[in-house]
């Protein structure tokens, strides 16, 4: 699996809305009207993760979430990772 280079990532970019490179990652946070949204959401993006074998990090702080990919077998980002960020907006705008 080939890594992604910065200028692929930030072509990716204005089709993963939310989402920013940072530190050789992806990440986005996000801030629910409350503590058990959040949870809600982590759990509808953990199944998801687990049926394409493909995890995110996860920090949850309060009503805070923030969504960090990165393949970490390959030591940066792929097309797995774009993909995962696509589905997660999916599971978040549902």
Known sequence: MALLTDDQVNTALP???GWELADGTLRRSVKFGSFL??????RRVAERAEAAD????????????????????????????VAMAGEINRLLAA
Request: charged share 30%; no cysteine; proline share 3%.
């Open 15 to 17: 089709e993963l809305d």
């Open 54 to 81: 493909h995890h995110p990090d996860i920090d949850i702080r309060w009503r805070t979430v923030t969504f960090v990919l990165v393949t970490h077998s390959e030591g940066g980002i792929t097309d797995k990772d």
């Open 37 to 42: 949204a959040g949870i809600d959401a982590v």
